[in-house]
Every structure is written in structure tokens, then in C-alpha cells.
């Protein structure tokens, strides 16, 4: 998992629309302004929101983009789904598909490993929550505790 500007650029703005959520709307070029981000990506990353079902845009005088449901609704896994479509890719998901082959199938130690960890991040994000980035609160991780069964495979 990789966090590029995109996905950076992408959660600085949903915040930003988060701060702004049940009143008026703002433009791509406002929120340029605001997040210090070039024009042209805002349009691209507001593209992938909106797709994504994050943002709506409201056009005429007055338009522009507003959060398509309240901030305490949206979780910053949310923001990356909409930008990657996943979190983090299933290292070995290539295999079982057949796409390449894995002589280690079967014997592998270390798929648990990736697929552990996989769980613990999309869970983390997922429990973080706009209306917490808007208010500087996001929760602790807290240490997991795997059952050795899991990581045995």
C-alpha cells in the first residue's frame, strides 16, 4: 500500500467538504484554493468521488461539490476505495486466479501474513471516520492479537 498524492489530495478534500457538510456548496476551483492543490487534479480526484458515491456536484449559480452524505457516515476507507477501488492488493489473488503460477500454493507461510495484514489496515480505516479527521480525533490503533491458527494457514 502506497499513499500517493492522490489519496492524500482526496482525503484533504473530503474533509474540506465535511467542514462545509449541510450548507452551501463549494466549487472545484474554491477548494483548489483552500487545499492548495492544482485546479486540474481537484477536477480528477472530485471525478473518482463522485463516482464513488462520496460527493455530489449541484450545478448553476451557487454550485459545486458537497459530501453525498453526513461526515460521521463516511470512513477514510471509503476515500481510498474510491480512488484505487481497493487498499491494498492481494499479493497472492494473482495465483489463485490462474493468472501466474505459485509453486508455493498450498505450503505458503507467508499469504496468512499479507492477508492479516490487509484486514488489520482496511479495519483501521475503515474505523476512521471524516467527522473524527474534522475534529483532529481519529482512534488509536490498537495492537491485534492474531490467533496463531490464522497465521499458520
Known sequence: MKITSSIEYATRLIVALGKFYGGKSLASKKLAEIENIPADFVDQIL???????LVESRRGAGGGYVLSRPPSEIKLGDVLRGMNGRILDDVCEKYQSGERECRRQGSCKISPVWRNLGNLIENYLDSVTIEQLIGEKPPCVQSAQLPTAEMAG
Request: aromatic share 0%.
Open 47 to 53: 471525478m473518482h468521488l463522485r463516482r464513488a458515491g
